[in-house]
């Protein structure tokens, strides 16, 4: 392997907080990420319309990168109104950077348990690994306890030790980590906006002046 892995971070952002830096930051440091990509989504498959704009979700993904020269805001999901699936945008990442870039998925536990009902799951391995992202109170053994068979058989297969696999080559594995816990959500501040409720210190002071002065963005 060349280049240092490349994690990807999907998301609708609506809008971008403290809780996806930390999950970006985590990964970049306990993986040794080269740089973390940050896709907002156009139209997701799996809900209902974002409350922002896509052009200001993506504006605010961008202002709460800007300082980290890691951090990519990627608007390559953000302006499609056909349905948008990962497997589609992990094919357009692994053309533009080549059969060898290791790539990382990154993904809550929660998020990781519902693979299986993904647009074409099985592929993904072929196309990233994935980075599971475990937060306390969300351990993956509970979530995988319920999870689909199916999904199971390739976790137990594909679990990595550790994230040394991530730059070893460049698809095909799965890595646990553990992250603090921020309790912080976008539906939350989405309510605290229209309480009219203070939202520093749960996302960038950027965003919260872009939100404070684009109220219509969020609330
Ligand atoms: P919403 O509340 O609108 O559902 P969200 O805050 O969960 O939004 P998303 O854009 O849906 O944000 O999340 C993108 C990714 O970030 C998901 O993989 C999700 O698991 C993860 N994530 C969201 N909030 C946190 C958090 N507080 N800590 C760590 N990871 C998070």
Same mark, same amino acid.
């Given at each position: 392997?060349?280049?240092?892995?490349?994690?990807?971070?999907?998301?609708?952002?609506?809008?971008?907080?403290?809780?996806?830096?930390?999950?970006?930051?985590?990964?970049?440091?306990?993986?040794?990420?080269?740089?973390?990509?940050?896709?907002?989504?156009?139209?997701?498959?799996?809900?209902?319309?974002?409350?922002?704009?896509?052009?200001?979700r993506l504006h605010m993904?961008?202002?709460?990168?800007?300082?980290?020269?890691?951090?990519?805001?990627?608007?390559?999901?953000?302006?499609?109104?056909?349905?948008?699936?990962?497997?589609?945008?992990?094919?357009?990442?692994?053309?533009?950077?080549?059969?060898?870039?290791?790539?990382?998925?990154?993904?809550?536990?929660?998020?990781? @348990?519902? $693979?299986?009902?993904?647009?074409?799951?099985?592929?993904?391995?072929?196309?990233? &690994? /994935? #980075? +599971?992202?475990?937060? !306390?109170?969300?351990?993956?053994?509970?979530?995988?306890?319920?999870?689909?068979?199916?999904?199971?058989?390739?976790?137990? @297969?594909? $679990?990595?030790?550790?994230?040394?696999?991530?730059?070893?080559?460049?698809?095909? &594995? /799965? #890595? +646990?980590?553990?992250? !603090?816990?921020?309790?912080?959500?976008?539906?939350?501040?989405?309510?605290?906006?229209?309480?009219?409720?203070?939202?520093?210190?749960?996302?960038?002071?950027?965003?919260?002046?872009?939100?404070?002065?684009?109220?219509?963005?969020?609330?």
């Amino acid at each position: 392997m060349n280049n240092a892995p490349i994690g990807i971070l999907g998301g609708t952002f609506d809008p971008i907080h403290n809780g996806h830096l930390r999950l970006a930051i985590e990964a970049l440091e306990q993986c040794r990420l080269g740089e973390v990509h940050f896709i907002p989504g156009g139209t997701p498959p799996h809900r209902g319309a974002p409350k922002a704009s896509a052009t200001d979700r993506l504006h605010m993904v961008q202002l709460a990168v800007h300082n980290n020269p890691a951090f990519l805001a990627d608007q390559r999901e953000t302006y499609r109104t056909d349905a948008c699936y990962t497997v589609d945008t992990l094919t357009e990442l692994r053309t533009e950077f080549g059969s060898q870039q290791s790539l990382c998925l990154l993904l809550g536990s929660d998020a990781f @348990a519902q $693979l299986h009902t993904w647009h074409r799951w099985r592929e993904l391995f072929e196309l990233a &690994h /994935i #980075v +599971v992202m475990q937060r !306390p109170g969300q351990p993956l053994g509970n979530t995988l306890a319920k999870a689909d068979p199916a999904l199971l058989h390739e976790y137990t @297969a594909r $679990l990595a030790p550790s994230s040394k696999v991530l730059h070893e080559s460049p698809a095909g &594995h /799965i #890595v +646990v980590l553990n992250i !603090p816990a921020l309790e912080i959500s976008a539906t939350d501040i989405r309510q605290r906006c229209v309480e009219g409720k203070n939202i520093h210190s749960l996302v960038p002071d950027a965003v919260a002046h872009f939100i404070h002065n684009n109220p219509y963005t969020t609330c």
